[in-house]
């Protein structure tokens, strides 16, 4: 199982970056999918989550809605989190996760200045 996250990086506030995370090695379409933020000092939380199917129910924290949107390609093997309206609160490491798996990403940094 591998689940490799890309698109991190600098952002000014108000800005943009867009996540995605490649899945392999499990039947990808079957599972649900989600992201997770870790902030320095901080406990892992939830950030979004997919269902099993493509254009299939969303799930946010309260903090992102409106402004994050996750996705996911069922024939790329793919799942994406577009990021807009960044806050310097959204500064945090992003974990792709895979719940029924209970397996992570390796994170990509996402730093938000302000």
């Known amino acids: 199982v591998q689940l490799v996250e890309a698109g991190g990086g600098l952002a000014q506030a108000g800005g943009s970056l867009r996540l995605s995370c490649a899945a392999s090695?499990?039947?990808?379409?079957?599972?649900?999918m989600g992201w997770f933020r870790q902030a320095p000092g901080k406990e892992r939380e939830f950030v979004a989550a997919?269902?099993?199917?493509?254009?299939?129910?969303?799930y946010y924290r309260d903090s992102v809605k409106g402004r994050f949107t996750i996705s996911r390609d069922n024939v790329k093997k793919t799942v994406t989190l577009q990021m807009n309206s960044l806050k310097p609160e959204d500064t945090a490491v992003y974990y792709c996760?895979?719940?029924?798996?209970?397996?992570w990403g390796q994170g990509t940094q996402v730093t938000v200045s302000s």
């Open positions: 996760y895979a719940p029924r798996l209970r397996f």
């Open positions: 090695g499990f039947p990808f379409s079957s599972y649900h």
């Open positions: 997919i269902s099993w199917s493509s254009g299939g129910t969303t």
